[in-house]
């Protein structure tokens, strides 16, 4: 089953994720997350692409042009300082806020 | 930080935006071609990743500044719109021009008048200090009191003491009459102004009198006269033949505590003994408490209101007033203090202006309200003739929020550029204002009309060209932004009585416009009678060919003696002159500032608190066969009523009748001044009653005594001649210079231009309501002629039809007269309610006319119904010529 993936969270996977792979373009984060999740979340192109030049943007990751195992020509993200900094803040608010909702949620 | 960095990143990405894009086409192919190589099919692939020219925008978008982009290609589009109407525009442009360049005008100068705080520190701390003592006396102080209240006063950080004065000021050679300040010494130290150039005054220069003779400069003096030059510091000038150093100059912002004024030096209070024939003693003498010459300012101590000074300053009054007692009677013991807002300095140089100016300041928004309405109703025209437009940018998918921004983009961008227009106009309206140029004081300090555009304006018209782009486009652009979207793509007719509301609409701000014009006609209508009533007034002098020209040989080191001979000669000299039919001299020149005194006839016992002030001149012989002004009774002054000879004195009949009524004047005798000046003197003439400081004053008792027994060093040739009073200047001028080529001459006028100058306000504002009243008239003639001429365009096939099934020409005119008329009728009665109700607001500026005078109401009304019905009627006739059928094939087409 899909779902959506939760407000908030995209900057955060694909930072995540760039930690685990080290750098990796577009293509290779998405089907990252996807497998990860065992398809259960799936990022859309058109959410994606506008997030990753928004990160740009933000300075939280920079982006190179390499070639892949597949001699193909791909843009590779890479994740900065910056980049390392909001990963930890974005998850301990992350953390935080589920630890909250279980609260409400759990002892049913 | 991260905002800055973000900023450069972006504005970076936006730079290189073509290679961004390519970089993000080849991205999203690379993503495409490795999804389909792991998905079954490259179609599953696409299909599963959505559009990419939808992605591709959404993430070039991202880089971008949108709402920029957005704004400027509505500015774009709004620029090509305006190109492609030009008619409209140019109107547009030109009320807008006109309304904004107005106000900037009138905008500058009030700012500089009366809005602007001083640029001290701390403005909103000082206060004008004055002791008033009773009435008709001066609220300024002795030099004594100053002193006292200075030093003895526990509500002031502290108080500064000044008194305006013209000087001569020679500087290699050359002479010229400027402007001063005198001040006390502590006068930038307390202000809080810190010289542009050198130093202010020090605390030991402050201390003995006539000891350090030392001035700061004006900017503009020292711009103007010494290019602006650092080394003028530890300069010597000569200001009234005394030698000066200048130790500094005050910033250019600085001018000085009255506003108004513009000294173009600064000199210490100490030293103002050494500049003045004045007896030393009268000025700065421990006895002389009575005789006030200065203006106080003080600055609060923290936390001190206004109403404690005022009780801690009356406390001290009172103290020092018991230690030395008044010899006059007429003078209350002790003095009330009033303290006023201080921030703007003293005003008593604005006084006059200030009513005026506020005036004309609503009045040119009124005008720019008027041609907001204008451009509004064009607008809605236009919005009209834009309905197709619109409908097809709303159906293709616009927004109805999208389309109002666009349309307010253009409205704005016309009023930025009429703003731009309005600017270049600024200029010469303030040319126009500041050629009304007040009286020219004799030896005081005299209104500069001070109206660059700084910053300050600058702000002033972007705001308004803001404000009114928004407030003349929202109601055309909520209109053209709702269009039914049906009959318009259908290229409908628009049958008349469809779209009520907007055509409604339309008429209002018409009404409106006819409504506010007449307001401003009618006050310009009163404006121009009162002034009307002022130049009849009889003066009581005839100023025909009067030139009059002022020297002043106190200040060139004359003494008593030297100066009587010189007066003496340069009268016989000027009376050989051909040309010449009668001269005198005198310290005071009529409808000029007036010298104030107090007197009272011997055996007359006034009224306890009877104000005994009196108009006061000193005359050489034959003044009043200058003037022309009947001696009643006795004689005038001679050459025999010189100072060995008894006392003597003219009087006017106001004071004859005062003193001795129904009895001869002559022979009694007046006291004149206060004790222990007072004098007494034998009246030898009465002469009529004339106006001496305005026009407009109601005749108080008048004393003249002789210049033979009187000296003072400054005064006022007087000379009547037969022909061009401009022949005699050149003369008389060439005979000063004869007899002292370095003395400066000033004051030189015909007694027709004083006259003229000292109704100043009120031919400003005369002229400039008559100006924007015509103004007025004309947009709202534009208006009313653009919105029936819209009228009737739309309505060519209605009318087609009517004069097709045989309606005569004449009625079809009449039908859209009626229109026309409707709006006019309705404007004029709304703006005469109005104007009945706000013309009372400027009876204090009439003379001799009441603010509902009919006179001014039926000549603006008469003007705006031809004006109106003329911009009504044309429209008419258009429509009344219409060719029916090519009206009627057009709209089928």
């Given at each position: ?5 939760p407000p908030?969270?995209l ?8 930690t685990?792979?080290g750098?990796m373009?577009g ?7 996807q ?14 692409y ?9 300075g939280?990751v920079?982006?190179e042009?390499?070639?892949t195992?597949?001699k193909?020509r791909a ?12 990963l ?6 992350f953390?935080r806020?589920?630890t909250a909702?279980?609260?409400v949620?759990?002892?049913? | ?11 970076r990405g936006w ?11 080849e991205?999203?192919?690379t993503?495409?071609e490795m ?5 079954a099919?490259?179609?599953a692939?696409?299909l599963a990743f ?5 992605i591709l925008?959404?993430?070039r978008n ?5 709402r920029?982009?957005?704004l ?9 719109m305006l190109v492609?109407?030009?008619g409209f ?8 021009a ?8 009138m905008?500058?100068?009030v ?14 701390r ?8 009773g009435r008709?006396?001066s ?10 209240y ?10 500064v003491?000044?008194?305006q ?7 290699n050679?050359?002479a010229?009459r400027i402007q ?8 930038f ?6 010289a ?14 006539g000891?350090?003779p ?7 003096l020292w711009?103007?006269?010494?290019g602006g030059?650092a080394?003028?510091?530890g ?9 000066f150093?200048?130790v ?27 500049v003045?024939?004045?007896?030393i003693?009268?000025l ?15 600055r609060l101590k ?5 109403e ?6 009356t ?7 018991r230690?030395?007692p ?14 006023e ?9 604005v006084?006059?202006i ?8 609503a ?6 309200l008027?041609?907001?309405?204008n451009i509004?109703?064009l ?5 009209g ?5 619109m409908?097809?940018r709303l159906a293709?998918?616009?927004s109805?929020?999208?389309l109002?921004r ?14 731009a227009a309005?600017?270049?106009?600024a200029?010469?309206?303030s ?5 009304f ?12 009309l001070d109206?660059?555009l ?9 705001a308004?060209s803001?404000v009114?782009g ?5 109601a ?12 318009a793509?259908r ?8 779209r009520?509301r ?6 209002l701000?018409?009404?409106g ?20 009533n002022?130049?009849a007034?009889?003066?009581?002098f ?6 009059v020209?002022?020297v002043?040989?106190?200040?060139s ?6 100066g009587?001979?010189?007066?003496s ?7 050989r002159l051909?040309g010449v039919e009668?001269?005198?001299l005198a310290?005071?020149?009529?409808l ?6 107090t007197?009272?006839?011997?055996g ?5 608190g009877e104000?005994?002030?009196?108009d006061?001149n ?20 001679g050459q ?5 000879m ?11 009748r005062?003193?001795?009524?129904g ?21 030898v003439?009465v ?10 004053e109601?005749v108080r008792?008048?004393v003249f005594?002789?210049?033979f027994?009187s ?16 022949t ?5 001028r060439?005979?000063i210079q ?6 400066p ?5 015909t ?10 306000t009120s ?6 309501l008559?100006?924007?009243?015509l103004l ?8 009313l002629y653009?919105?029936m ?9 209605e ?11 004449r009625q079809?005119r ?5 229109e ?20 009372r607001?400027i ?9 509902n ?13 031809l004006?109106?019905l ?15 059928l090519?009206a009627?094939?057009?709209?089928i087409?």
């Amino acid at each position: 089953m899909k779902t959506e993936i939760p407000p908030g969270t995209l900057y955060m996977l694909v930072l995540k994720t760039l930690t685990r792979l080290g750098p990796m373009h577009g293509y290779g984060i998405a089907l990252h997350i996807q497998q990860t999740t065992s398809d259960v979340l799936q990022v859309e192109e058109g959410t994606l692409y506008p997030a990753l030049q928004r990160m740009l943007i933000k300075g939280w990751v920079g982006a190179e042009w390499r070639v892949t195992e597949n001699k193909r020509r791909a843009r590779y993200y890479v994740l900065t300082p910056a980049g390392r900094e909001q990963l930890a803040a974005e998850v301990a608010h992350f953390e935080r806020a589920i630890t909250a909702v279980r609260q409400v949620i759990e002892p049913a | 930080m991260g905002a800055v960095s973000e900023l450069r990143r972006k504005l970076r990405g936006w730079w290189h935006r073509d290679a961004l894009d390519a970089e993000l086409r080849e991205e999203l192919r690379t993503h495409l071609e490795m999804k389909a190589a792991d998905v079954a099919s490259p179609k599953a692939a696409r299909l599963a990743f959505g559009n990419p020219a939808m992605i591709l925008e959404d993430a070039r978008n991202e880089w971008g500044f949108p709402r920029l982009e957005t704004l400027w290609q509505d500015l774009q589009y709004g620029a090509r719109m305006l190109v492609r109407a030009p008619g409209f525009t140019a109107v547009a442009l030109l009320s807008l021009a006109v309304g904004i360049g107005a106000n900037t005008a009138m905008f500058s100068l009030v700012d500089r008048m009366l809005i602007r705080k001083l640029p001290v520190r701390e403005p909103d701390r000082l206060v004008v200090v004055s002791a008033s003592r009773g009435r008709g006396v001066s609220t300024t102080s002795s030099f004594a009191d100053f002193v006292d209240y200075r030093d003895r006063n526990e509500v002031f950080d502290g108080l500064v003491a000044t008194f305006q004065r013209a000087f001569t000021l020679s500087e290699n050679g050359q002479a010229e009459r400027i402007q001063g300040l005198v001040v006390s010494g502590n006068y930038f130290s307390v202000l809080g102004v810190d010289a542009a150039l050198g130093r202010g005054f020090l605390p030991e220069e402050d201390k003995t009198a006539g000891t350090h003779p030392v001035v700061v400069l004006g900017y503009g003096l020292w711009q103007r006269r010494f290019g602006g030059d650092a080394s003028v510091v530890g300069k010597r000038i000569s200001l009234n033949s005394y030698p000066f150093t200048v130790v500094g100059v005050a910033p250019a912002a600085f001018k000085g505590t009255v506003a108004g004024g513009a000294p173009d030096v600064y000199v210490p209070l100490l030293m103002f003994g050494q500049v003045v024939s004045s007896p030393i003693d009268v000025l700065f003498g421990p006895r002389n408490r009575l005789s006030g010459w200065l203006q106080l300012l003080g600055r609060l101590k923290p936390g001190v209101t206004r109403e404690q000074a005022a009780a801690g300053m009356t406390v001290l009054g009172s103290q020092i007033a018991r230690a030395h007692p008044s010899l006059d009677p007429a003078l209350r013991a002790e003095p009330k203090f009033l303290i006023e807002d201080g921030s703007r300095g003293h005003a008593n140089l604005v006084r006059d202006i200030r009513f005026p100016l506020q005036m004309l300041m609503a009045t040119v928004g009124l005008i720019l309200l008027i041609a907001c309405a204008n451009i509004a109703s064009l607008l809605l025209v236009r919005a009209g003739a834009r309905q197709k437009e619109m409908a097809i940018r709303l159906a293709t998918g616009a927004s109805r929020m999208r389309l109002v921004r666009q349309l307010l983009t253009e409205s704005v961008l016309l009023s930025a550029l009429g703003a731009a227009a309005g600017l270049a106009l600024a200029a010469s309206i303030s040319g126009v204002m500041t050629s009304f140029t007040p009286p020219n004081n004799n030896a005081f300090s005299s209104l500069t009309l001070d109206n660059r555009l700084d910053m300050r304006v600058l702000g002033f018209t972007f705001a308004i060209s803001m404000v009114t782009g928004l407030l003349c486009g929202l109601a055309p652009a909520l209109v053209a932004a709702r269009p039914d979207l049906v009959p318009a793509l259908r290229d409908a007719v628009a049958v008349s009585g469809q779209r009520r509301r907007h055509l409604n609409l339309r008429n209002l701000l018409v009404a409106g416009q006819v409504a506010l014009s007449v307001m401003v006609l009618v006050g310009a209508g009163l404006c121009v009678r009162s002034l009307r009533n002022l130049n009849a007034i009889d003066t009581g002098f005839d100023p025909a060919r009067v030139l009059v020209m002022s020297v002043d040989v106190g200040l060139s080191g004359y003494n008593r003696e030297r100066g009587l001979q010189f007066y003496s000669e340069l009268l016989e000299r000027t009376e050989r002159l051909p040309g010449v039919e009668a001269v005198s001299l005198a310290t005071q020149i009529a409808l000029g500032d007036g010298f104030g005194a107090t007197m009272r006839g011997e055996g007359y016992t006034p009224e306890p608190g009877e104000d005994l002030s009196c108009d006061f001149n000193q005359i050489g012989p034959g003044y009043f066969d200058v003037m022309k002004i009947p001696v009643v009774e006795g004689r005038e002054f001679g050459q025999s009523d010189t100072a060995n000879m008894p006392a003597v004195a003219i009087i006017n009949q106001t004071a004859a009748r005062r003193f001795w009524p129904g009895l001869s004047a002559i022979g009694r005798r007046v006291i004149v001044g206060r004790p222990p000046f007072e004098q007494a003197r034998v009246v030898v003439g009465v002469v009529k009653d004339s106006k001496y400081r305005r026009l407009t004053e109601e005749v108080r008792p008048a004393v003249f005594t002789s210049f033979f027994q009187s000296y003072r060093g400054d005064m006022t040739l007087h000379v009547r001649s037969a022909g061009d009073p401009a022949t005699a200047l050149a003369a008389v001028r060439r005979e000063i210079q004869a007899l002292d080529a370095s003395l400066p001459i000033y004051n030189t006028r015909t007694l027709e231009e004083q006259k003229t100058s000292s109704l100043y306000t009120s031919r400003l504002a005369a002229a400039l309501l008559t100006a924007f009243g015509l103004l007025a008239l004309s947009l709202a003639a534009v208006g009313l002629y653009g919105v029936m001429a819209y009228t009737v365009s739309r309505r060519r096939h209605e009318i087609g039809i009517r004069l097709a099934l045989g309606a005569q020409g004449r009625q079809v005119r009449r039908v859209v007269m009626a229109e026309g008329t409707a709006v006019v009728l309705a404007g004029l009665v709304i703006g005469l309610a109005g104007a009945l109700a706000g013309t009372r607001l400027i009876d204090g500026l009439l003379f001799g006319v009441r603010p509902n005078d009919p006179m001014a109401f039926a000549a603006a009304t008469l003007l705006l119904a031809l004006v109106g019905l003329l911009a009504a009627y044309l429209p008419a006739r258009h429509a009344s010529r219409t060719d029916p059928l090519r009206a009627i094939r057009q709209s089928i087409a």
